[in-house]
T-cell receptor, first 114, second 112 residues
Framework: SQTIHQWPATLVQPVGSPLSLECTVE??????LYWYRQAAGRGLQLLFY??????ISSEVPQNLSASRPQDRQFILSSKKLLLSDSGFYLC?????????????FGQGTRLTVV | DAKTTQPNSMESNEEEPVHLPCNHS???????IHWYRQLPSQGPEYVIH???SNVNNRMASLAIAEDRKSSTLILHRATLRDAAVYYC?????????????FGAGTRLTVKP
């Protein structure tokens, strides 16, 4: 069966510090991978998605970046965090086999920038 | 990009049916209609999806209008555990587009 791992669950970081959030998927190959951010009480904002190793599509300009060094690994990074980067970060994957399939989400990382 | 419109919030009584509407007037021929729900402090979970025909599964039913410009998620008997934010999104087939965008969703409150 397929699983998605996302860590850490919670993180408190000072302004200006770097960030690295990791997401890994098991039990599938060549998935689409996604990073979302959710501000308190708001909807999900798509940050990045990837259809393959080294292929990253960025949805909004920001001081975040994403990388996909391996097929089932997706990393969200920042060199210097801002207060506005606080939020709930979610990783998701979906298969690219077939016409249309469901997506699966991780449990999220709650980031507080202080 | 095709988008969806949902009411911000809805209320229901426990053990009564709930109909959650979604408008998607600019839907394309290859867009599938997906529904997800997000419980507090958790990632969203898949509920159901469809293309043209109505769909049923153990969680819910999806009724799709004949012109596909709207759809309704039906929870047949709401329970307190169904209180969540429900998202209706459109997903194109992978060979056309691979992004997956969410709106604000509908916050469903279930009263005992």
């Amino acid at each position: 069966s397929q699983t998605i791992h996302q860590w850490p669950a919670t993180l408190v970081q000072p302004v200006g510090s770097p960030l690295s959030l990791e997401c890994t998927v098991e039990g599938t190959s060549n998935p689409n991978l996604y990073w979302y951010r959710q501000a308190a009480g708001r909807g999900l904002q798509l940050l990045f998605y990837s259809v393959g190793i080294g292929q990253i599509s960025s949805e909004v300009p920001q001081n975040l970046s994403a990388s996909r060094p391996q097929d089932r690994q997706f990393i969200l990074s920042s060199k210097k965090l801002l207060l506005s980067d606080s939020g709930f970060y979610l990783c998701a994957w979906s298969t690219r086999v077939g016409l249309n399939t469901e997506a699966f989400f991780g449990q999220g990382t709650r980031l507080t920038v202080v | 990009d095709a988008k969806t419109t949902q009411p911000n919030s809805m209320e229901s009584n426990e053990e009564e049916p709930v109909h959650l509407p979604c408008n998607h007037s600019t839907i394309s021929g290859t867009d599938y209609i997906h529904w997800y729900r997000q419980l507090p402090s958790q990632g969203p979970e898949y509920v159901i999806h469809g293309l043209t025909s109505n769909v049923n599964n153990r969680m819910a039913s999806l009724a799709i209008a004949e012109d596909r410009k709207s759809s309704t998620l039906i929870l047949h008997r709401a329970t307190l555990r169904d209180a969540a934010v429900y998202y209706c999104i459109l997903r194109d087939v992978p060979y056309n587009n691979n992004d997956m965008r969410f709106g604000a969703g509908t916050r469903l409150t279930v009263k005992p």
